[in-house]
């Protein structure tokens, strides 16, 4: 059996425990803004597709996650501890309102940011950007040129 050491023991604190609220995205869920006349316009509203619900068991690899405590086993997500002890929510789940913030800023903005990128950004922009994600350029590619990479164009002669 394995030991159990400080830092499992920490991360192990990141799972949601039984009774704790957690946030599920339901894809299902179609709320639809309206214009003065009540018509529906735009797509639908990626705030309302998050649920708030409740934890209702676990066991030794898994938590189980219901509408509310009350619910039967057919209307449990089941979902691995070992993804909430990474520091982070797995995809689909928040642990918290802040977290859920956080995806619908990122729903309503990375597309915009990305395609502003793609239209205007410089090829200095372009490499600190990539340097900020962490972009490894593809093996056999040649390297970016040195005036590039610093921003400046080359002198000509």
């Given at each position: 059996?394995?030991?159990?050491?400080?830092?499992?023991?920490?991360?192990?604190?990141?799972?949601?425990?039984?009774?704790?609220?957690?946030?599920?995205?339901?894809?299902?869920?179609?709320?639809?803004?309206?214009?003065?006349r009540g018509n529906t316009?735009?797509?639908?509203?990626?705030?309302?597709?998050?649920?708030?619900?409740?934890?209702?068991?676990?066991?030794?690899?898994?938590?189980?996650?219901?509408?509310?405590?009350?619910?039967?086993?057919?209307?449990?997500?089941?979902?691995?501890?070992?993804?909430?002890?990474?520091?982070?929510?797995?995809?689909?789940?928040?642990?918290?309102?802040?977290?859920?913030?956080?995806?619908?800023w990122l729903d309503d903005?990375?597309?915009?940011?990305?395609?502003?990128?793609?239209?205007?950004?410089?090829?200095?922009?372009?490499?600190?950007?990539?340097?900020?994600?962490?972009?490894?350029?593809?093996?056999?590619?040649?390297?970016?040129?040195?005036?590039?990479?610093?921003?400046?164009?080359?002198?000509?002669?």
């Open positions: 059996m394995k030991k159990v050491e400080k830092s499992d023991k920490a991360a192990s604190d990141t799972v949601p425990k039984v009774g704790d609220a957690v946030w599920v995205f339901c894809d299902d869920i179609r709320v639809y803004a309206k214009d003065d316009i735009g797509g639908p509203i990626y705030r309302h597709k998050w649920e708030k619900r409740v934890v209702h068991s676990e066991n030794a690899r898994s938590i189980f996650i219901a509408m509310d405590m009350k619910s039967t086993y057919r209307r449990l997500d089941r979902t691995d501890k070992a993804a909430w002890r990474e520091g982070k929510s797995p995809r689909g789940y928040a642990r918290n309102e802040a977290e859920v913030d956080e995806m619908c903005n990375r597309w915009r940011i990305g395609e502003r990128v793609q239209r205007e950004a410089t090829p200095a922009q372009l490499a600190a950007i990539a340097e900020i994600i962490g972009y490894v350029e593809p093996a056999g590619r040649e390297p970016r040129p040195a005036h590039l990479v610093s921003g400046k164009k080359k002198e000509q002669a």
